[in-house]
């Protein structure tokens, strides 16, 4: 295999070219003029002499060009080639290996060089060790306060995350990963949060948008607390209190806005709810037995007559009291329960989804649901308001015989409609007032508030009607829509300064970008680094993989414990020479999900990123064979480190990873294994960036261009 580039090979060749011209074109300006000043006897006696030797004339002119070319190839490699060479290990000095020292086996000038560039490095060593050793005194204050800060938010009991304002997560602690399997949107929940994604994996955008219109009011009113917050539903039904605070943008680019990015803290209602529930629920039952109790005293004194009255007066006041005491009990609880009901801000299909399951598991009824306004939110009790509707779901179910209702919530004027409707006749007003006034029961329990309770403390109004057009009947409330002037009793702003080991402030800076990926900056974009290990080398002849490692790199840093690792069963035999190279066994993979599991789950963890290999034409192809039978598709950016580190050395003799990494100082640990090797290969790029910063190579078009105009860009597999 050749080890020249079109460049390189382009010099080469002028060199020579050059050597020969210095060599023959006087020999044959000379021959032209001795040939120019004979007269034509003498050049006739000449041809007569040579022509018998022309033959032989012409090899030794071959015989000496070709020694020429040799001799000239051998001075070009001695002096020029090896200029070029030690110019590379100077960039590598002064770039991503600083200990790299260069060698020379050339002639003397050449080893002068090195050692001379060897002797320079280490005076600039010395000096950056005694700046670096200042740089470290005068950063141990500050390192204190970040680990002091990562421990806090490591540590904290709620599930915390912090964003950029275009949604990318920044910092999250474990409780909130935990969180997130709750909350995931996507396939695979594990990696629905991390370093540089989109928090809208886990919301929808339009919550989000809504929440940053409140903190935008809030901040833009003095006095008010920019504390917004929301409710929102899991798919298992789940309540989950979301409060969201505003990070201030640094004073210098506050021309762009007050927001620099949000926190969020997630809070899990439904335990609490429920345990409100089922408290309210024993003290409600308390009463009732009491008051029955209190009931049957009155009959049964009654029965005794006026053999002992004073006794029985007695007893009587005492009942009397004890009634008293009871009702002035069940009176408080009422105010109780309708001062304690939440009111928090929830989309619209929200709480349609919440209101829908608990009709279904009380009732039995099929809901068909419509929900659509992303723009319609509310400020409600979402349970006191799913039980009123759910309610009346459970007295339309008595009084006929539906099986299919209808819950609709629009806008309705300057307010918004909560509509349930069902195909059959309307209901009196009596009827309806007599449903309003009682006792709402729900799982055979009397709660101490009525439907009219819950619907003036939410500020609203009830009613019903008939719509003629469908021939259905419904029940509309209708509720203030959320307003973004809403008090909070904390402010929870919050302004972040320093950069823990485990998150990445720096994002912030990225905010305002919104160019075309391939316009990006290096730098800028994130990356999944991965690896595969194979039965083989020819994915085309039926090899398959058999282990896949991957992990991440967001805004120019590694981040190791955002890894992917995974033994594939590959449905065949694994060859004793590449169990040699890898180590892994057929007793390994027996048992582990095949490919046809995994792969799907890898591409949920790459989505939205560029992918690094080194070689990668070899681990893609294998990647694009499956995507077919998968549905699956492979379609971002790829980057190969063989081809990049071709780029920025090209008079390198080898572009092993193996190789580079010793150039570059990069140590290799877990060589041979999936995860190991995209972790060498991930710290090779992030060494390979400012080599190609250095060329001109910023953007991932550059670096995409640069790639494809190397020899090995024309390997195929």
């Known amino acids: 295999m050749a080890q020249r580039t079109i460049q390189q090979r382009g010099g080469e060749l002028l060199f020579v070219v050059m050597a020969w011209a210095a060599m023959f074109l006087p020999m044959i300006l000379v021959g032209a003029f001795l040939w120019a000043s004979l007269t034509p006897a003498a050049r006739s006696a000449l041809l007569d002499v040579l022509s018998p030797h022309v033959g032989l004339a012409l090899l030794l002119a071959a015989i000496l ?6 001799a000239a190839r051998y001075l070009w490699r001695l002096y020029a080639g090896e200029m070029l060479r030690l110019a590379e290990d100077a960039r590598l000095i002064v770039g991503p290996n600083p200990s790299h020292r260069p060698t020379s086996e050339g002639v003397a000038a050449a080893r002068a060089l090195a050692a001379a560039l060897g002797e320079l490095a280490d005076q600039r060593d010395a000096a950056r060790r005694d700046v670096e050793e200042e740089i470290r005194r005068a950063r141990e204050n500050l390192e204190l306060e970040r680990n002091r800060l990562a421990a806090l938010v ?39 949060i991390g370093l540089g994604r989109s928090i809208y994996a886990l919301f929808e955008p339009s919550q989000i948008a809504h929440g940053l219109e409140v903190l935008q009011h809030r901040l833009e009113r003095e006095g008010s607390q920019p504390v917004a917050s929301f409710v929102t ?46 408290a309210d629920r024993l003290w ?36 009397d009291r004890l009634a008293a005491y009871l009702q002035q009990a069940e009176q408080e609880q009422t105010r109780h329960q309708a001062s304690r009901w939440p009111l928090d801000e929830i989309a619209a299909y929200d709480l349609g989804a919440l209101i829908a399951r608990r009709i279904e598991k009380e009732t039995g009824l099929r809901v068909k649901t419509e929900c659509d306004d992303a723009q319609l939110w509310l400020r409600v009790d979402s349970f006191s308001l799913s039980c009123a509707i759910t309610h009346l779901a459970l007295r339309l179910l008595e009084s006929t015989a539906l099986k299919l209702v209808h819950l609709r919530i629009r806008p309705y004027e ?68 959320a307003a973004a002037q809403g008090v909070q009793e904390t402010s929870m702003q919050i302004v972040v300064e320093s950069r823990p080991e485990f998150y990445d402030f720096d994002l912030f800076q990225r905010q305002d970008e919104d160019h075309a990926l391939d316009e990006m900056p290096l730098t800028a974009l994130t ?18 993989i058999i282990q896949i ?136 790029f992030l060494k390979l960036l400012p080599l190609l910063a250095a060329q001109g190579i910023r953007t991932l078009r550059e670096a995409r261009e640069a790639s494809q105009k190397t020899y090995y860009a024309r390997l195929k597999y």
Not at 163 to 178: E, H, S, T, V
Not at 533 to 541: D, N
Request: aromatic letters at 6%.
């Open 65 to 70: 060009s070709v020694l020429a070319a040799a």
């Open 414 to 481: 300057q307010e918004a409609a909560i509509e349930l409707s069902w195909s059959g006749r309307a209901f009196s007003s009596e009827t309806l007032l007599s449903w309003q006034s009682e006792p709402i029961v729900l799982e055979g329990t009397q709660w101490a508030f009525t439907l009219r309770d819950i619907v003036e403390r939410h500020g609203g109004h009830f009613a019903q009607g008939r719509d003629s057009a469908s021939q259905t009947s419904f029940f509309r409330l209708t509720l203030p829509r």
């Open 233 to 278: 539903t899991t798919r298992a039904g789940q309540l989950i209190r979301v409060q969201m605070a505003p990070v201030a943008a640094p004073a210098a680019s506050s021309e762009k806005g007050p927001l620099a990015g949000f926190v969020l803290v997630l809070e899990n209602v439904t335990r609490a709810w429920e345990a409100n529930r089922e």
């Open 154 to 192: 490591a540590e904290l009991p709620m599930p915390v995350i912090v964003c950029a304002l275009d949604g990318r997560i920044l910092l999250y602690n474990n409780r909130a990963r935990l969180q997130a399997k709750a909350l995931a949107q996507v396939g695979h929940a594990s990696t629905a």
């Open 549 to 684: 490692g991957a992990v991440r790199v967001v805004n120019g840093r590694l981040l190791r414990h955002e890894n992917f690792e995974q033994l594939i069963d590959p449905r065949r035999p694994i060859p004793k020479a590449g169990i040699a190279v890898h180590g892994i066994t057929d007793e390994m993979v027996r048992g582990q999900p095949t490919i046809d599991a995994v792969l799907p789950e890898f591409h949920a963890f790459a989505a939205g990123t560029v992918l690094v290999a080194h070689n990668a034409a070899f681990d893609m192809r294998f990647l694009e064979l499956k995507e077919a039978r998968l549905g699956i598709r492979f379609n971002q950016p790829v980057l190969d480190t063989l081809l990049l580190d071709a780029v920025v050395h090209p008079h390198q003799e080898s572009h092993k990873l193996e190789a580079i990494a010793e150039r570059l100082g990069v140590a290799i640990l877990g060589r041979h294994t999936a995860l190991g090797d995209a972790i060498v290969t991930a710290e090779v």
């Open 284 to 319: 409600l039952d308390l009463i009732e037995k009491t008051r029955s109790t209190l009931a049957h005293l009155r009959t049964t004194l009654a029965r005794l007559g006026d053999d002992s009255v004073r006794a029985t007066d007695a007893m009587r006041r005492e009942i």
């Open 527 to 544: 990356y999944t680094v991965f690896d595969t290990e194979t039965t083989g080398l020819e994915p085309s002849a039926g090899d398959e």
